[in-house]
């Protein structure tokens, strides 16, 4: 696990993201490039809704393109700081990244779904995660905000839903909700954040 680009120290409620599928487009070979990357719909402006409502935005996301020599550190390095600019250019702010490099055959304990990485980020920014959220695409992310305690863990439909949702189903594992996409997750989790 290699943690932070972008270090900050803060108490305040957490909202966990995955990237791809959930920030940008997924590909089954890889986001391998900056020229890869591209941002869904709506992705930029659900991170800003979140900043704006004194929410931090952490991105935790598996990365074993690395391992598998697919990318490299500067590729991954450049994606992961233009993805930040840019969601700063819209008035948004991504207050950390950590990232696995590992495959699932390195067994590491920070591969999602081990919870790894988000206690990691608990540690680095003395997280309550009974006041965080997490909004992933996979079974993967589910199973990881459960396993680290996160109090609410969303769906997103913007990956590859089907195969998401039979997983969870094979582990007989739900969601808090299922969203078509980010900022619809958004805006869920700002609703039960309000009621705490």
Known sequence: MVPSLLPNSSPEPVVFLDRDGVINHDSPAYIKSLAEFEFLPRSLAAIQRLNHSNIKTIVINNQSALHRGLISQE????IHIAMATEVRNRGGRIHDIFYCPHT??????CRKPAPGMIE?????HC??????????DSAKDI????RAGVRYAVLVKTGDFARAKKELDDINLKPDWVAADLYEAVEWLLERFQRL
């Open 120 to 124: 990691s980020a608990q540690k680095k």
């Open 127 to 136: 997280i309550d995660l009974s006041l965080a959220g997490m909004v992933g």
């Open 143 to 146: 199973a990881c905000a459960r």
């Open 104 to 109: 699932p055959q390195e067994k590491c304990t």
């Open 75 to 78: 590729n991954l390095d450049a």
